[in-house]
């Protein structure tokens, strides 16, 4: 199984939240007869993996949709591929034609639904290099089709992991953009919601998850899942962590380390003893993560603190003047 596939399986939460929030269907399984329809066009390799094999059995992500939809990949986005269906799932997809556009744009006014998954700074791993036409584009090649939709993409801020909500789920995002504009926006800026005509276009500002990571240590199913609720759970606050230890740094460079070495130790108690009761209390690693979170969180607030009360300005319980 190669990185591509891995970073692929990492889509499975995204597209079946995503899927049952844009187009209102359930997200449990359904009989094959009572499937719908998913028209599918997308630049990631979903369907035959990032070697373009014939014999690749397809992303965890596209079996996922395999067993709520009738998946029917199409390259383009004219009249004959969108008459083959009434839902349609964007994610991350190569530019399409004005012409095409312009199709698409009336295909929606007409009664039809897409979920549009645009990423304005895709972080996914592949071996292939930059410029191959197999590899997934960095950003989302938008021509002119969210500006008609009164819509406007823009790249983070910061790179990094965000939990944002998605369909009632709570989602480890890598590097989200936000949306602003016209149409209905969820208060974090990664949704919109368009009515166009009898139709409506649902767009999210990205299309990458934790697992493309994981992927690089290991395969096992179990360690992708586990890795993925402890990134979740811990992921939004490594920034305290990192915080901490630049101060730590910074206070060995001032001679002043007992404050800094005493924060990590109060880490390592809460870590150690919060997780252990944790574990024993619940039996749940969820709330195991939760300890380790509350421990970056303390090294980070207690350095910060110490060093905002003057402690790089005393000398022994005197403070220098």
Known sequence: MNRARLGAAL???LVVAAAAFAFDHSPSRESAKNRPTLLLLTSLPLIFGEDFSLESAGSPALKALQDRYKVVPISV????ELAKGKLLLMAHP???TAENLVILDRWVERGGRVLLLADPMLEWPSKRPLGDPLRPSPMFMDTGLL??????????DERGPRVRKLGGYDVL????GSLAGNCPISTDRLVARCSIGKGRATIVAAAVWPAAWLGLFGHDAAM???GTAYLRAVGPVYGFFGLGLSLYFASQGAGRLLWPLLAGLLRLVIAVAG?????VLTGSLTWVFAALAVAL???GLMITSVIASGAWFRVGWRRVV
């Open 11 to 13: 889509l499975v939460i």
């Open 77 to 80: 986005t004219d009249g004959p």
């Open 94 to 96: 190569p530019a399409q």
């Open 147 to 156: 500006q008609h939709w009164g819509l406007r993409l823009e790249a983070p």
């Open 173 to 176: 995002t890598i590097s989200p």
């Open 224 to 226: 992708l899942e586990t």
């Open 275 to 279: 997780g252990y009761a944790a574990l």
């Open 297 to 299: 969180v303390a090294y």
